[in-house]
């Protein structure tokens, strides 16, 4: 059932102005919103944590607008076909490019740790159709054909899934090949990531980035793909994490993770409604660290 939607959403969406897509996807948001009572209580409550001096009314309107910006992720997403040059060009303005160019110079393969935030399915295919190898770590959808979709869209401009189960091996060889590794950094999903403060409560996060980039000397670059108020996008590419290991492997994960964990956090903070965390993130907060 959940094929057949992405299916007439897809066909949908290609026949259409881009335009109208986006009004399309604000409509969806508000169905989605009013029956999904489970996931518009989390988001709200994951704003409350961020902002917890706001007013009622003004979180009640930033979980709109991230639905509203999930929705137009999703038009994005189905509209990849239609990505060539002259869409690049007018819709994504590029940032500190020279930082993952210098970073790939060391030879030790490239870590891209970013969130769930704006539009990071739309940045691997950028990243891969400006001609940079690019390897993504994914989470396998429990529906083999929707699994397929959604890697079938990524193959389009040749990034290249790496699914989460079986992912460290091919993680090391595209490393090793001196390639990029992307990985949201922001949430675990399986409880063996490391518990750190994020907005100052304690949650697990994932320790994959740091581990890697440990072993194999990689540099950390944090990337993000943001949505402009106008629909374009800013494609965001910080320095290079500069982390000394000391010897003791697990307080240089502990540092090295927080090292670019309070760079999301900025992220985050700045650009709220284009964060799409439906499940409460603190939910198992109150762990001894």
């Known amino acids: ?27 969806a948001a508000k169905i989605y919103s009013f029956i999904s009572f489970k996931d518009r209580f989390a ?46 060009k007018e819709k994504i303005k590029v940032e500190g490019l020279e930082n993952i160019d210098n970073a790939l110079a060391k030879g030790h393969g490239v870590i891209l740790t970013s969130a769930h935030l704006g539009n ?23 529906h083999r054909n929707v699994n397929d979709f959604f890697n079938s ?3 389009l401009f040749g990034v290249k899934p790496i699914p989460f189960g079986g992912a460290l091996r091919r993680c090391f060889r595209c490393l090793e ?26 949650v697990i996060i994932p320790r994959g980035p740091a581990v890697l980039s440990l072993r194999f000397s990689s540099p950390i670059v944090p990337t993000f793909m943001i949505r402009n108020a106008d629909d374009t996008f800013t494609f965001k590419f910080c320095p290079p994490i500069k982390y000394q290991p000391l010897g003791d492997k697990d307080r240089d994960i502990r540092r090295l993770t927080l090292s670019y964990i309070a760079i999301i956090e900025d992220i985050i903070k700045q650009y709220p409604s284009q964060w799409y965390v439906f499940r409460r993130f603190w939910e198992k907060i109150g762990w001894k660290l």
């Open 177 to 202: 090949a001196n390639e990029f590794l992307a990985l949201v950094g922001d949430r675990d999903y399986f409880d063996n990531g490391i518990q750190i403060p994020f907005f100052k409560k304690k």
């Open 43 to 88: 988001t709200h409550d994951n704003l409350k944590v961020l902002f917890p001096s706001y007013s009622k009314k003004k979180i009640k309107s930033m979980t709109d607008e991230v639905f509203v910006n999930f929705c137009k992720y999703l038009v994005d997403f189905f509209r990849f076909p239609l990505m060539d040059d002259n869409y690049i």
């Open 1 to 27: 059932m959940l094929f057949l939607f992405y299916r007439i959403c897809i066909f949908i969406t290609l026949r259409i102005s881009l335009k109208k897509a986006y009004v399309m996807a604000a409509v």
């Open 120 to 142: 990071w399915e739309l940045g691997a295919g950028v990243l891969s159709k400006m001609g940079y190898p690019l390897n993504v770590v994914v989470l396998s959808h429990k």
């Open 153 to 155: 869209r990524r193959q």
